[in-house]
T-cell receptor
Framework: NAGVTQTPKFQVLKTGQSMTLQCAQDMNHNSMYWYRQDPGMGLRLIYY???????DKGEVPNGYNVSRLNKREFSLRLESAAPSQTSVYFC?????????????FGEGSWLTVV | AQKVTQAQTEISVVEKEDVTLDCVYETRDTTYYLFWYKQPPSGELVFLIRRNSFDEQNEISGRYSWNFQKSTSSFNFTITASQVVDSAVYFCALSEWGGADGLTFGKGTHLIIQP
């Protein structure tokens, strides 16, 4: 029961470095999401992909890029990391072809930018 | 625009007490879904319940119960006879009826159950 798998789980970056968070789901879901969680802020949507080949901005897209590599994989890239991007990142997926389907989350990736 | 408000930032109770977590939402949609997720100290997000806007029946699952009132735009969560294992951050969330838009989350309520 892998569900949504994201890597790495922990990462420390220096300001200005780049990195990519990887996410894969094995539930045949068509829609995938990247959220960030900051203390006292809840979860905020960064980008999402409604279906393979499409991506859209969420609430807080600045400083990030995404790639929907195929139906299973959706990556999040930080081109030039900043301390403000220190956060916990969650990948998620759902089958949006059916109304109200539940979104399932990965276990999170803890990113620190120093 | 959608908005979810969880006014209680942190609640601390003694084990075996009942506790209610409040959730108030705003949406212009007439049909929508509401969710509760649990985030234990280990950090993962655990789905608890989904409720659609047509169904105002209260839901009970073991020690958990949910009270959805469309008239007051509230979807409150009660834990009866709380246990230490219930200690977690609980998030209320809202989504549109169909489509691929993600969830709109409240800021969460940190529940502390003291032994």
């Amino acid at each position: 029961n892998a569900g949504v798998t994201q890597t790495p789980k922990f990462q420390v970056l220096k300001t200005g470095q780049s990195m990519t968070l990887q996410c894969a789901q094995d539930m045949n879901h068509n829609s995938m999401y990247w959220y960030r969680q900051d203390p006292g802020m809840g979860l905020r949507l960064i980008y999402y992909s409604a279906s393979e080949g499409t991506t859209d901005k969420g609430e807080v897209p600045n400083g990030y890029n995404v790639s929907r590599l195929n139906k299973r994989e959706f990556s999040l890239r930080l081109e030039s990391a900043a301390p403000s991007q220190t956060s916990v990142y969650f990948c998620a997926s759902k089958d949006s072809r059916l109304s109200g389907n539940t979104i399932y989350f990965g276990e999170g990736s803890w990113l620190t930018v120093v | 625009a959608q908005k979810v408000t969880q006014a209680q930032t942190e609640i601390s109770v003694v084990e075996k007490e009942d506790v209610t977590l409040d959730c108030v939402y705003e949406t212009r949609d007439t049909t929508y879904y509401l969710f509760w997720y649990k985030q234990p100290p280990s950090g993962e997000l655990v789905f608890l319940i989904r409720r659609n806007s047509f169904d105002e029946q209260n839901e009970i699952s073991g020690r958990y119960s949910w009270n959805f009132q469309k008239s007051t735009s509230s979807f409150n969560f009660t834990i009866t006879a709380s246990q230490v294992v219930d200690s977690a951050v609980y998030f209320c969330a809202l989504s549109e009826w169909g489509g691929a838009d993600g969830l709109t989350f409240g800021k969460g309520t940190h529940l502390i159950i003291q032994p």
